[in-house]
């Protein structure tokens, strides 16, 4: 438990009661029937799937000496493949787990001092080069014999066979790190070794697929946060206590004010401008945050995004018509948007001057903005005296940076310059985003 909750997990005691009952009523005897009892009983969406089953996989590995009698049986790299191409075929999956065990066995291991992990899975799949069998295996399938599942020969398409051999390739990785734990110890691979949940990883190490995979929780993330600021919409909507008619009601009740009468406020719903660094590393995050708050649009009187590298540019339209398609937005915006001048660097200075003198009218005193960037001007001016004016027109300026604190200030990081000026707080990852987002934004 304290390993999923390292990793972001909600689990408090209602589900520590249900995983304890489900497994009461499996047993522990058949560890799939463990592993499903405990996932239906502590996850609480499918993007945590493949974090419980790298945990578990630590945590309950098979049985003991299992793996190990697998692996003393490892043999020639070509007998290897050979075997591992027949148990694709077939799907045999206790198979699969002895192949995963001899080949770590066999073609993982390295170093031999005390510092050394010795197990790699990089290594191991480097030299088997399961995704090189696809060919083989379709072949199998397309002349396998009459008394094989007809159904299962006719529907395994290339895509499934990529599957087959994805999941052993998993396979080879949990082995890796199962032994891996038995010299470091099973919570210090927990929390370095297994990949943290898509909402968990950081804007600027995060690899396409798991950009790709975040832009589609756009939608539920902000119809969560609509939920909430809804709910904080209808609580300041109450105001503050009316003294003069709380005192004057009160005379009924011999000076006591048992009914306190609030003020009712106007229903204004506040502006929201982005404005957008959507250079190198700082692309992703920009590019999630805008399609964040393009659907949440309908919680604003108005939205308006900008984007910038050198040169600012508004992106608003470009925003709303990416939503059929989030992972083409930064494709957009580059092709359509004018960002760079005579250079391709960004240049923080050069844009929030061109914003203040161009988009002066956009900001307003209900304007709420956020800036989304490292704050790193390559060396150039970074023009504070522009960003002032902004701060001075705007309602609140909230800037989101998604670097470490630890790095502000350093190299050519003008973020202490501009953190003088407005509050700047650190975004690293999508949860943090969505805390942010939030608290911050105005109702």
Known sequence: ??????????????????????????????????????????????????????????????????AEAYGNTAGDLTSLRERLAEALVTGDAAALDRLAAEAVAGFGGYGSGPESDGWSSHQTLSRLRPETLLAGVRDRLRTAPPDQDPEFTERLLDDEIRRRIEAFRERVRSEARRRVAERRGREAVARRAVAATPDRVDFLLAGRA?????????????????????????????????????????????GVPVHPVLRRRRPRRPELVLLCDVSGSVAGFAQFTMLLVQALQEQFGRVRVFAFVNRVDEVTDLVSRSAADPAGLGDLVLAEARLTGWHGQSDYGAALGEFAERYAKVVGPRTVVFVLGDARTNGSDPNPAALRSIADRARRVHWLNPEQPSLWGTGDSAAPVYAALVEMRACRNARQLEALIGRLLPV
Request: charged share 30%; aromatic share 6%; hydrophobic share 45%.
């Open 1 to 66: 438990m304290a390993a999923l909750r390292a990793h972001g997990f909600g689990i408090g005691t209602g589900e520590t009661v249900d995983a304890a009952q489900a497994l009461e009523a499996v047993g522990f005897t058949e560890r799939a029937r463990v592993r499903e009892a405990l996932a239906a009983t502590l996850l609480h969406g499918e993007a945590q799937r493949r974090v419980f089953d790298q945990v578990f996989d630590l945590y309950f590995p098979l049985g003991p000496g299992v």
């Open 210 to 254: 798991q950009l790709d995979e975040l832009r589609r929780t756009v939608r539920p993330l902000a119809r969560k946060l609509a939920t909430r600021l809804a709910a904080r919409r209808r609580r300041a909507a109450r105001g503050t206590i009316d003294l003069r008619r709380t005192l004057r009601g009160s005379l009924s009740t011999g």
